[in-house]
């Protein structure tokens, strides 16, 4: 759809036309110079009037889109407030959400900027583990803490890095500087997707604790009951193999549910 037309004003050719016809009423415009006066005299007014007229729409137009644009930020306030109104989570879990898709959102651009086969395959697991940091808010709101260090640090300073990067690497030119600080940077992701890693781990301590109790007491429940023994489930024996399952997968890159199945069916 096109550009509406701006409706000219008429007013600059009716100053035009007016000088005109007041010198043909009252002088004498039978000579050259006359003539040229005349159109000089009209040809001024006019552009005068135009430029008038043009910088007062000029400014009308400015203040109506600023208007405009209020009145839009406005809408967009009272959307935003109205979610979080009707959210099911805390401000606080809301506010890691919102950060959360703000850096995602950024990284995605910055992976389809970098051309490096191998810088954009650790931003993609950069988003994956930080994702799954931000996910954990939802799950466990008792983490926000933090995960609030997390977004207020560690995820930006490794974005403005992969920026520093993108710039860089546009430059299309080898140098002492941008080489070294390319190779510096590229250093960095590996040591941060470990220390993502380690940070999404560490979420899960409480749960890794509250799993370790809930154990023991249904180990003394069962020996209470007199249901403990081999032909029953030894909880404690089964998180010690889970735990070497998870550890093996991990080492040789294998899908940690394949290995629970085939652990779980080698026991059984």
Known sequence: MGKKRKKRSVIPALIFLGIWLVTFIGFDVSSVSSLLLTAGISFLAAFGASTLINKRRAKKEEAEAAEAAKAEAERKEAEEKAKQANSPYSP??????????????????????????????????????????VRDAIDDPGDVPQIRKFLDYYLPTTIKLLNTYDRMSAQEISGENITGSMERIEDMLDTAIEAYKKQLDALFANQAADIQMDIEIMNGMLAREGLGGKSYLDLNSFMKQYEKQQQYAKENNIDTQTTLQKGSTSNG
């Not at 995605?108 to 697991?125: A, D, T």
Request: proline letters at 2%; hydrophobic letters at 40%; charged letters at 35%.
């Open 92 to 133: 606080e879990v809301q506010a890691i959400i919102r950060e959360g898709r703000l850096a995602m959102k950024e990284m995605g651009r910055l992976y389809k900027s970098i051309q490096n086969p191998e810088i954009r395959s650790r931003i993609n697991e950069i988003m994956s583990v930080s994702d799954k940091i």
